[in-house]
């Protein structure tokens, strides 16, 4: 018997759509859902943002961690996380997949840790800590609330696993246009720049959509992106920014259905003008209505089939910062430069060598015959333009996935400077002034090896 194609499901799907006949020859995903609440109780700091002075006081909404599990008509199975959170770093994502490969059986390939990247949710354990003051008895509490964070994640992905149940899955793509190029725009003028239709880009404005439908065709689930950085506010509440809107406006809208949010790459790519929480709800609501039309317009089927690639790519970073350099930081504001500077100080007289690679995580995963490409990082624009290039229009591309480590500029960005360019090294707490010249050519060559070879 030939095995079922994509277009065979297509057809079985729209015949079937709307009644609760499941076709007798028709092979079927599978799919689970699960969340849980992960905003913190305790006045912990707010992540992303060096210029803030205190902890953080209340909440605007929850902050959520939410997991959709699949498996495909042969029982491959792989699930995406998304989180309210700023990037989940290294460790985290090391510790997790360590359990969930000896609970579940499942390789890293089949896990992606994806962050909303907030700024507006808890600092976690080893990011950015050159960015704040933090005394102890901060860094304890961060400590232990990202120990439960990572028992949390487990827990969910063990839920959706274990809510697993038959599934249609199709996938389109809408547009929302409130994106804008942050290196070419400057904030101030947005607002006179939109009125003259003057923005200069590159920006991807595209929203990719995968829903999730239950045999009976009720939306079970829709996880959908945007590259844009998720930093409307930068107050002192936890939030979920533009992009919790987003999700708690298609969950009233569809109350039986999860809504799960992926940054794109959109570590040059501001929402402006911004700072206002109508205006977080206003993008949200945008995002929303991008979704909303996707379903509406009765996304293209896809074949339960199911592949999931990674690689861990060994990306070499660039000059390293000289003793006197270093010496003169350690007098010079910001203070977060100070303690950057200080730190690698004394690993340079301790005689610790300093690391020259990064061990970057990138993902390729096919669903039908819908590409996902997924990397680690704060990626610019560039590189979802240049995957769309080569591998068609309808590729997904997340960033944010897996390990945020610091922005991952293409060559371009890199060798135009500026703080997505290398200046980020500092707060992320590299040893660099920035990635060396082959970055995008390590992971533009990692992209294309992961796809051919599903
Ligand atoms: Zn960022």
Known sequence: MKPITGWMVALSFLLS????KI??????????VARMEITPTEPLWLAGYATRDKPAEGKLMPLWIKTLALEDADGHRAVILTSDTLGIPQAMHQNVCARLKQKFQLEPEQIILSASHTHCGPVLRGALYDMYPLDDQQRSMIDKYSAELEAKIVE??????????????????G???FAVNRRNNSEANVPKLIEQGALKGPVDHAVPVLAVFLPDGKLKAVLFGYACHNTVMAFYQWSGDYAGF???????????ATALFFMGCGGDQNPLPRRKVELAER????????????????????????????????????????EAELEKMTNEKPES????ARRLLSEMKAGKPFIRSYSFPLQAWRLGDQLLITMGGEPVVDYALKFKQEFGTQTWVAGYCNDVMTY????????????????????YGLPAWRWADDVEELIMNGARRLVKSQ
């Open 17 to 20: 759509a709307g009644s609760a």
């Open 23 to 32: 076709h007798a020859a028709e092979k079927l995903w599978k799919a689970g």
């Open 156 to 173: 969910t992905i063990g839920k959706a696993l274990a809510d697993l149940s038959p599934a249609r899955l199709a996938a389109g793509q």
């Open 175 to 177: 547009t929302a246009g």
């Open 246 to 256: 987003a999700q708690m406006a298609l969950e009233k809208s569809h109350p039986e």
């Open 283 to 322: 993008y949200g609501n945008m995002l929303a209505a991008a979704v909303e039309e996707v379903l509406l317009a009765r996304p293209r089927a896809l074949g339960p089939q199911l592949a999931t690639r990674m690689e861990m790519i060994s990306l070499n970073l660039g000059p390293v910062p000289t």
């Open 337 to 340: 430069h100070q303690r950057w």
């Open 408 to 427: 991952i500029p293409s060559l371009r960005v890199l060798k135009e400077g500026g703080y997505d360019g290398g200046g980020a090294m500092i707060p």
